[in-house]
Nanobody, 124 residues
Framework: QVELVESGGGLVQAGGSLRLSCAAS????????MGWFRQAPGKEREFVAA????????YYADSVKGRFTISRDNAENTVYLQMSSLKPEDTAVYYC?????????????????WGQGTQVTVSS
């Protein structure tokens, strides 16, 4: 069992930056590929970024490529999502997820554990 807790969300103006954190506890989190997803009101949850357990391989949704960076600190059992050049369309609840595999994955069905989410609101 892995428990995930997100933090770092908030209200920011368009063009601004935020860094989300996902703290993992329970079974050794560095065994897991990790991902970030988001869900806007009235929309389905969508993939944002993923990272392999070693932190070497990363994946990004086209909509955030070049603006968002996923990273992890296995010593601290924490995964980060650095978000820059934020746009109003980035407004959503952001979720951290863990999967029992080496790499990250782009589909939410591949993830076994989920956090409760953190709200990100980008004003225009």
């Amino acid at each position: 069992q892995v428990e995930l807790v997100e933090s770092g969300g908030g209200l920011v103006q368009a063009g601004g930056s935020l860094r989300l954190s996902c703290a993992a506890s329970g079974r050794t989190s560095n065994r897991y590929g990790m991902g970030w997803f988001r869900q806007a009101p009235g929309k389905e949850r969508e993939f944002v970024a993923a990272i392999s357990k070693g932190g070497v391989v990363t994946y990004y949704a086209d909509s955030v490529k070049g603006r968002f960076t996923i990273s992890r600190d296995n010593a601290e059992n924490t995964v980060y999502l650095q978000m820059s050049s934020l746009k109003p369309e980035d407004t959503a609840v952001y979720y951290c997820a863990a999967r029992s595999g080496s790499n990250g994955a782009t589909s939410l069905v591949n993830y076994d554990y989920w956090g409760q989410g953190t709200q990100v609101t980008v004003s225009s």
